[in-house]
């Protein structure tokens, strides 16, 4: 089934002489009612060594990270061991940043997985912005510091409006990361381990690797032709709201001592990205109740759009008018990407999800890749349904 996502692959990977590919490599898998319905491996994992893309390649999972974090939020909420009214002090008595105006309001366990605390990421702003200045990492470089030290600078700055307020993408799921690993009295990557990746039969996810793992090279586009990532990279993309830069360090993945970005930190593989995937869409089994699930999948944008036709919920968005968000997706629908190139959703009236992953950034934000590859899916399975 789904054999026309072959051609769209194909094209991105070798589109043609004259244009430049969208991606190196990519795995996507296709899955409707717990049956699998299309998978593959494509391109490669390292061009200049001719080393193929594999079902079982590792990645750096950068924002796809955050699914993660919620659920193992799911099991602690099911678990009793907090609300999400829960204030953020009392796991973290110094994070207390203040208004503009000097007014300290409380963050919420809610405000950090909404992405409503205002807070911000540094790459969402203009070079120029507060986070700049403060040198904040946004968990994808190098930065030589700690958890808490990266967040006591994030504290020192002004909130950019009263939590709850607004929606803005940001640090918040670092916050929340933290505050998971306390009330385990671990690091996170233990906590994770044990609140979702065990219980789940994961064995690739995870904070860090070693040199020798199956890990995918990435790549990116720098004036439209295709380059292997460097040390350090800055990527800028205005047309994709990436003003200020996105710092990438490659080698992160490979130091256990860096910081555990709760946003942005994991390496790990399509196959156990789809596992997750599963728990949410099957109503939070085995992780987590229906109840407790629909917290995680509740809207919380008010009555602004976060995107044309999307609201947001737990760090992933929420489909409100397909019309509006041109899409062929249901209702309700959910999902998310991260800037190394990846992109998943879960569309719960057509029980079907989706995991593209690729080592080429900015693809998710970038080009047609990912929406394509969406609406072939649709395509075809409303050709055969009609």
Known sequence: MLRSLDNVIDDAINPGEGLTPTVVGT????????????QRAAGYADRENKI?????????????????ITA??????????????????RWLPWFTPALADGLQ?????????SHSAGLNYRFCEAPDGAYHRANISDGMDNSGLTIEENLRRVVALPLLFSPGSAIQYSVATDVLGVIIAKECGTDL?????????????????????????????PYMIDHDKQKRMGADEVVINAECGVIGGIHFSPSRAFDANAFQSGGAGMIGCAEDIERL?????????????????NLLLTDRAGA?????????????????????????????????????????????????????LSNTALSELDGDFIEQIRDRIYAELLAKES
């Open 105 to 113: 309001p409380s963050i919420t366990i809610k405000h950090l997985l």
């Open 189 to 217: 990557a233990t906590a994770i381990r044990t609140l979702v990746t065990e219980p789940l039969g994961m064995k690739h996810s995870g904070f860090a690797v070693s040199s020798s793992a199956k890990i995918a090279v």
């Open 72 to 89: 193992a939020t799911g099991v602690l909420l099911e678990q009793g061991r907090f609300t999400l009214d829960d204030k953020v002090t």
């Open 277 to 293: 995937l599963q728990v949410f869409k099957n109503g939070g089994s085995p992780l987590f109740s229906r109840e407790t699930l």
């Open 27 to 38: 795995v996507v898998l296709v899955s409707q009612c717990g049956k699998r319905l299309y």
């Open 304 to 356: 602004k759009d976060y995107n044309p036709g999307w609201g947001f919920a737990s760090s992933w968005q929420v489909l409100r008018n397909p019309t509006i968000a041109d899409t062929p997706q249901s209702p309700g629908t959910i999902g998310w990407g991260g800037v190394y190139g990846h992109s998943w959703f879960i569309d719960f009236e057509n029980n079907i999800s989706t995991v593209i």
């Open 52 to 68: 193929p893309m594999s079902l079982d390649t590792l990645f750096r999972l950068s924002s796809v990270t955050k699914p993660f």
